[in-house]
T-cell receptor, first 112, second 114 residues
Framework: DQQVKQNSPSLSVQEGRISILNCDYT??????FLWYKKYPAEGPTFLIS?????DKNEDGRFTVFLNKSAKHLSLHIVPSQPGDSAVYFC???????????FGTGTRLKVLA | DTAVSQTPKYLVTQMGNDKSIKCEQN?????MYWYKQDSKKFLKIMFS???????INETVPNRFSPKSPDKAHLNLHINSLELGDSAVYFC?????????????FGPGTRLTVL
């Protein structure tokens, strides 16, 4: 049972436009969410996080939105740059469990 | 300087063999993890250690045995390798067990069992 789902395996966006990556979850107990970025032959690197007490968190070109009622979060990248081309994973955790459940990733390709 | 390093990067071996993957972090972190990313790209936690103490063991077969000789190292030993063990294994570390602590991942070890 996959509790964190990224239903779009890939996404292509023109440079300078907005990239929107989506993530859905089924466990209403999740209260902390993260996005990781992964380049080929490297491990994932932390990008941005959000607690369930917020509905938005922004860090430079990256904004994460959380819609708890829909059990949905999204990562917006604007403007998108070719260096943003990578696989993006969302992850979620429940307080006290000390672990994250990861989605399967979305491969973003930003076209120059 | 590499923050979290793993060796080897690639490992090809026969079914039934025993192999180890080593992980070292130079970040001074207290907590280390092993993740498995299978062919379907699911990235799942296997183990976590905090100050050399096992915290999470996610129903991993007991053929997998983590060993933490000190806080900076968490090695993964796998006995009697099976075809289904083929995957990319990532080591990670974080300052502590707090969920808000960023996890730093190693580059991964691609294990292929023939």
């Amino acid at each position: 049972d996959q509790q964190v789902k990224q239903n779009s395996p890939s996404l292509s966006v023109q440079e300078g436009r907005i990239s929107i990556l989506n993530c859905d979850y089924t466990n209403s107990m999740f209260d902390y969410f993260l996005w990781y970025k992964k380049y080929p032959a490297e491990g994932p690197t932390f990008l941005i996080s959000i607690s369930s007490i917020k509905d938005k968190n922004e860090d430079g070109r990256f904004t994460v939105f959380l819609n708890k009622s829909a059990k949905h979060l999204s990562l917006h990248i604007v403007p998108s740059q070719p260096g943003d081309s990578a696989v993006y994973f969302c992850a979620a955790s429940v307080s006290g469990t000390y672990k994250y459940i990861f989605g399967t990733g979305t491969r973003l390709k930003v076209l120059a | 300087d590499t923050a979290v390093s793993q060796t080897p990067k690639y490992l090809v071996t026969q079914m039934g063999n025993d192999k180890s993957i080593k992980c070292e972090q130079n970040l001074g972190h207290d907590t280390m993890y092993w993740y498995k990313q299978d062919s379907k790209k699911f990235l799942k936690i296997m183990f976590s250690y905090n100050n050399k103490e096992l915290i999470i063991n996610e129903t991993v077969p007991n053929r997998f045995s983590p060993k933490s000789p000190d806080k900076a190292h968490l090695n993964l030993h796998i006995n009697s390798l099976e075809l289904g063990d083929s995957a990319v294994y990532f080591c990670a570390s974080s300052q502590d067990l707090r969920r808000t602590d960023t996890q730093y991942f190693g580059p991964g070890t691609r294990l292929t069992v023939l």
